[in-house]
């Protein structure tokens, strides 16, 4: 086995693709190698030297050290210079590189191959004697740090006292002959500290160094961060000799880290920074403040020290074409280090560049339109979960921000506006023209009104998928929760936090994308969804199969949906148009009615309502799929809970105390997730179901006779387990839609059909799509129910789950594909094969996850559904699925 990789003087054994076997690093400087640009001579020892190493105890096959010695020789060959040499000495760097860039990995080693014979030489040679005993000065202290392991804080004292004692102030004041009893003063340090003399052969400080590399593989640090970022133990790590180069030879040489695009914005521009007169890390090391790479960023920034464009005109023309040329090359925006000795320019790293979402869709974009990738290429570049951060108004970065104290991040976007405590007062203020943010200990579906209402929530308790944070990231709020050193006095109408105190109309802000909160009002910037933003989902559009829709129940998020570009609702939940102060008076007249006549008399009364709630969607949704679920929780929800409210809902209901509190006894229930709601509501109180199913179609004909476009209700039946309760369910809709269609004398397309979340329907797909036109899968409730998981409580071990792998990830946020994907894979083909053409779609919080959509797409689903502001990431992913 070839365990040695050279690369250099025009040639490389090495390509980009095998960064398996090189390292990233290793494998690009092959790559910039093999295309001819100016890269330093070196060798790559692979990965599986790595691996080998430790299967044999720490020791390296003899092999390998006659590769090293070919390795050596080819840098000797191609530098002209030779390892050891006393009088003109080749130094080389021992750089560390895996194939993802790691922290924990060892640090480099420049400058290798000094000695107290060799530094001689170098001075002679380079006729700069105190670069010469600066190099080895820092070669010493490097080498005992990184490979020695030796306390670097002595090393340090020993610099700073040299420099105190002759009253010098920088690094730079130090002359030849001082940092020759500096490099006296080191070797004791090691010795003191090592138990043995600084290493003096060159070969000794070579497998030492290359060890080290080895070594760190297994270090505390690598192995915490492969834990943390799921790599492998046994991908290894490749070590890299490199042939030194010097920015550090006067005024004509530098060093600088690059970007061939901006980072942040994407901008087609070169942007970096660099120094004259430095050596490796010194740019990012912040030494010196770095210089500008163009005149064009310093003007900008109005700097005075010479741009790399006016200091070394010739050598940035030179850097320009490379970066052009590795663009094209590798088709992708490049982060770069560079070195130039005496005027010229040395190539020492490229890879693709991090960037951010917005730099990532622009970059995407223009090099489309460049020519450079097409635009499959483009789509699948964009991860559409960064998308999330460009969908929401976000923080003025230039803001001033007094932060009070910091949450999780449960609901993306950055909102500011008047602390309220309780979800009516957060109604009325909103309805008065304010901006409201919603401050609860918790939230449940009471408050919900009041979210609406609010910019942003803020909780003291609950997790990423409390109920604040579904619901506020369903409704495209922000929301912060868990923020637990609040506490919030609900009835004094305050929150203290930090000593302070945030009283009701104080103005506070939060960030639901860090989980800051902060006292006063930061300025936001507004997302921009044209521009490079709309020309991506446009082509993202053209790949994809899958349809999406958006989870939507009231007029405003409809268009938000359409605006994003949402294809039909998936989901328009009713239960949220019960809790609207207007009728809850209705609906719990309603509940608590004795009797099949006193029910529908309350009922008579919601059905205006619940006509102008749909009408108002169809409007919005015209031409478009609206598929309705009707009522679906428990109908206890709707009674209050605390004494307090009691006399007063009983006095608006016009019944007793005592009889309200009775009936909300009776409607108690151990487990209400599984109790009665869903259909079991339907077949119970049918009535309640013909109501809102008439309410749907004499919107639907409303809305065909004053727009002329009818829109396409869809009625779902939510929580079926068996196909004789969609029967019964579906003759109520049937009924309901017959009697409409006569007495309007006009007929409206629609379906009826269910959502399958519970296990027992999957199983018995086959015969409930006899009945059912639609399955639209409820991963929220199926998830629940198969895994025997309640949603709401599972913040307390479900961590640990993950933690421990048993689940990959939170299968309330995404699907677990292995169990419950397969009950979705097992109900579509059953429900396919009893009726072909029936529709199938997911309306769970998976339909909004990318990893999910792709599951959609593989089982072939026709659509997703996913909550209005994620109908874009929805686009992309479905797009990338489509692939
Ligand atoms: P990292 O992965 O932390 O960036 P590198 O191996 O890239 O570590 O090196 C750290 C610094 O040392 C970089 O600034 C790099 O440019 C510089 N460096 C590495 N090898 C050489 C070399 N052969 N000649 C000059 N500088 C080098
Ligand atoms: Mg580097
Ligand atoms: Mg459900």
């Not at 060798?43 to 096959?61: D, K, L, N, Q, V």
């Not at 008439?694 to 065909?704: G, W």
Request: with cysteine.
């Amino acid at each position: 086995v070839q365990y040695v990789y050279r690369f250099g003087g025009g040639t490389a054994e090495g390509k980009v693709d095998q960064k398996n076997l090189l390292g990233g690093k290793g494998a690009n400087l092959a790559e910039m190698a093999s295309i001819g640009l100016p890269v330093p001579p070196g060798f790559t020892i692979s990965t599986e030297m790595c691996t080998r190493y430790y299967e044999e105890g720490e020791r390296f096959p003899d092999s390998l050290r006659e590769e090293v010695a070919a390795g050596i020789a080819h840098i000797e060959q191609v530098t002209g210079k030779k390892f050891g040499d006393a009088a003109d000495p080749l130094l080389v760097s021992v750089r560390s590189g895996a194939r993802v860039s790691m922290p924990g990995m060892m640090d480099t080693v420049l400058n290798l191959g000094l000695n107290d014979r060799t530094v001689e030489g170098l001075a002679a040679a380079s006729g700069d004697a105190r670069f010469a005993w600066d190099s080895y000065r820092r070669f010493i202290q490097m080498y005992a740090d990184v490979v020695l392991e030796l306390d670097h804080g002595a090393f340090e004292e020993a610099l700073e006292i040299a420099k105190e004692d002759r009253g010098y102030t920088l690094d730079t004041e130090l002359s030849a002959d001082d940092l020759r009893a500096l490099v006296d003063e080191y070797k004791g340090l090691v010795e003191q500290q090592w138990g043995k003399p600084f290493p003096q052969d060159e070969h000794d400080q070579l497998w030492g160094a290359v060890g080290a590399v080895f070594g760190s593989w297994q270090s505390d640090r690598a192995k915490v961060y492969r834990r943390l970022n799921d790599i492998p133990a046994d991908w290894g790590t490749a070590v890299n000799v490199q042939a030194m180069v010097f920015g550090n030879m006067g005024d004509t040489s530098a060093t600088g880290v690059a970007f061939t695009r901006d980072p942040s914005k994407g901008d087609r521009a070169y942007y970096g920074e660099f120094l004259i007169n430095a050596q490796g890390e010194d740019v990012v090391a912040g030494i010196r403040t770095p210089q500008y790479l163009t005149r064009a960023a310093r003007e900008e920034a109005g700097a005075k020290p010479a741009s790399m464009e006016e200091a070394l005109p010739e050598v940035f023309t030179e850097l320009a074409g490379v970066f052009d040329r590795l663009e094209t090359h590798y088709r992708d925006m490049q982060d770069i280090e560079f070195t130039v000795q005496q005027g010229k320019l040395w190539m020492l790293q490229t890879r693709s560049g991090k960037r951010t979402a917005k730099a990532a869709l622009k970059i995407a974009v223009d090099m489309a339109n460049e020519g450079l990738i097409t635009r499959e290429e483009a789509v699948a570049r964009v991860d559409p979960q960064a998308l999330d951060q460009l969908l929401h108004p976000t923080l003025d970065p230039e803001a001033k921000r007094d932060v009070l104290t910091k949450g999780l991040p449960a609901s993306p976007g950055a909102a500011s506006g008047e602390a309220v405590f309780d979800a009516d007062t957060a109604e009325r203020h909103a309805a008065e023209g304010k901006s409201v943010i919603l401050i609860r200990t918790e939230t449940s579906p009471e408050d919900i009104h009041g979210m609406h209402a609010a910019k942003g929530i803020l909780t003291a308790r609950g997790g990423m998928t409390s109920h604040a944070a579904v619901v506020a990231r369903g409704m495209g709020r922000p929301c912060v929760s868990g923020a637990g050193s609040i506490s919030i006095d609900a009835k004094a109408k305050v929150m203290r936090v930090a000593g302070r105190e945030v009283k009701e109309g104080d103005t506070v802000t939060i960030d639901g994308s860090t989980g800051e909160v902060m006292a006063g009002a930061v300025a936001t910037i507004q997302p921009e969804l044209a521009g490079d933003f709309g020309t991506l989902m446009e082509w993202a559009d053209e790949v994809r199969r899958l349809k999406v829709r958006a989870n939507a129940e009231t007029p405003a998020d409809c268009q938000v949906a359409r605006d994003f570009g949402a294809e039909g609702v998936g989901l328009c939940r009713t239960e949220h148009m019960f809790f609207e102060a207007t009728r809850i008076t209705a609906v719990r007249q309603m509940i608590l009615a004795e009797d099949e006549t006193g029910r529908r008399a309350a009922l008579d009364r919601l059905l205006p309502e619940q006509r102008s709630d749909f009408a108002a969607i169809f409007e919005v949704m015209a031409g478009l799929p609206v598929t309705v679920r009707l009522l679906d929780p428990p109908l206890h929800e709707f009674l209050p809970h605390e004494e307090a409210e009691f006399a007063e809902v009983a006095s608006a209901a016009g019944i007793a105390v005592d009889q309200l509190k009775r009936r909300a006894a009776e409607l108690h229930e151990f487990n209400p997730m599984l109790g009665h709601r869903g259909c079991r509501l339907g077949v119970t109180y049918p009535e309640i179901y013909e109501m809102q199913a008439r309410a749907i179609f004499e919107a639907a004909v409303d809305v065909a006779e004053k727009s002329g476009e009818a829109p396409i209700p869809e009625v779902m039946i939510p929580l079926v387990a068996t196909k004789r309760e969609l029967d019964l369910m579906k003759a109520v809709v049937d009924q309901a839609a017959k009697g409409v269609f006569s007495e309007r004398g006009r007929e409206i397309d629609y379906l009826v059909g269910t959502m399958i979340e519970l296990p027992r329907a999957a199983l018995k797909a086959g015969e409930i799509a006899e009945t059912g036109e639609f399955f639209s899968f409820g991963t929220n409730d199926l998830t629940q129910t198969t895994l025997g998981v309640s949603r709401d409580d599972a913040a307390r071990f479900l961590g640990a789950y993950v933690e421990k792998g048993i689940y990959a990830k939170d299968p309330f946020v995404s699907l677990d594909v292995d169990g419950v994907g397969e009950l979705v894979r097992l109900a579509a083909e059953r429900g396919r094969a009893t009726r072909g053409d029936i529709k199938l779609g997911i309306c769970g919080e998976h339909g909004g996850d990318p990893a999910s959509i792709a599951f959609c797409e593989e089982v072939g689903l026709d659509y997703v559904s996913a909550s209005p502001y994620r109908v874009p990431i929805a686009r992309l992913a479905a797009a990338q699925a489509a692939l």
